[in-house]
């Protein structure tokens, strides 16, 4: 396994543009994966690919998996309607999709032990959202459990480290942290819609709005 060699879930969003710009600033060499999961739009694909660009990516793979199939999800199913009331406290919003995660982070680590990654950086995070259970430090904790004893690399004791560096940061941190690297956050997408701009009513979009106002960037807020 190379120690310097680390698979990045590339969304296209502010959270995994970050994580992944943290693993190159790190020094690490990065392959790039995104899902074509069923999702309402490919926005955030487009998002991916210009951000893996941006970045120097030169091996950036996009999966097409269809959980659109069996929809569960607003953002799989197109007769859910997007919450734009705003967040509920520890209420898990209809934008959660079923084991999402648990899917993208096994097929990472498929694609980590074939390409003797090391590593694969997630950008999720626990603090600003209602709580999707895929995105807590404890499911993190033990999907690394599972990992290690799922594979080859492994039961060998070098199985790919799961990195979420961004799990416990507000919003905020994210934010500053995407400005200190010098991400074009323009092009990254983080509304669930997919119209030509953001909503700014959906909860990634009040959350990422919010969190730029703070840093006195209102141009960066939605719509871009």
């Known amino acids: 396994m190379s120690k310097n060699k ?11 543009s970050t994580a992944a710009a943290m693993a190159i600033d790190a020094g690490k060499t990065v392959i790039g994966l995104s899902l074509n999961y069923g999702q309402r739009h490919h926005k955030e694909l487009e998002a991916a690919n210009s951000i893996a660009r941006h970045l120097g990516i030169s091996e950036h793979h996009t999966l097409n998996i269809n959980l659109g199939l069996w929809g569960g999800s607003s953002l799989t199913d ?3 309607d997007i919450p734009q009331e705003g967040i509920e406290k520890d209420v898990i919003p209809n934008t959660y999709v079923p084991y999402r995660n ?21 950008g999720i995070n626990a603090m600003d959202y209602s ?18 004893l799922a594979s ?5 004791g070098n199985g790919p480290k799961l990195w979420a560096p961004l799990i416990n940061w507000k ?12 991400l074009p ?20 979009c009040r959350l990422r ?3 730029f106002k703070h840093l006195g960037r209102i141009d960066l807020c939605t719509p871009i």
């Open 185 to 204: 956050i323009e092009k990254t997408w983080s509304c669930y819609q997919g119209n030509k701009n953001p909503c700014g009513k959906c909860d990634s």
């Open 102 to 122: 648990t899917v993208f982070i096994s097929i990472g680590l498929s694609l980590a032990e074939a390409r003797g990654a090391s590593e694969l950086v997630l």
């Open 6 to 16: 680390t698979i990045a879930l590339l969304s296209g969003g502010l959270d995994s």
């Open 171 to 182: 919003k905020i941190e994210i934010a500053r942290e995407a400005l200190r690297l010098g």
């Open 209 to 211: 709005d919010e969190a």
């Open 78 to 80: 197109l007769k859910q």
């Open 131 to 148: 709580g999707y259970p895929d995105c807590r430090p404890d499911y993190l904790k033990t999907f690394q459990e599972l990992a290690n």
């Open 152 to 156: 080859k690399v492994g039961r060998e």
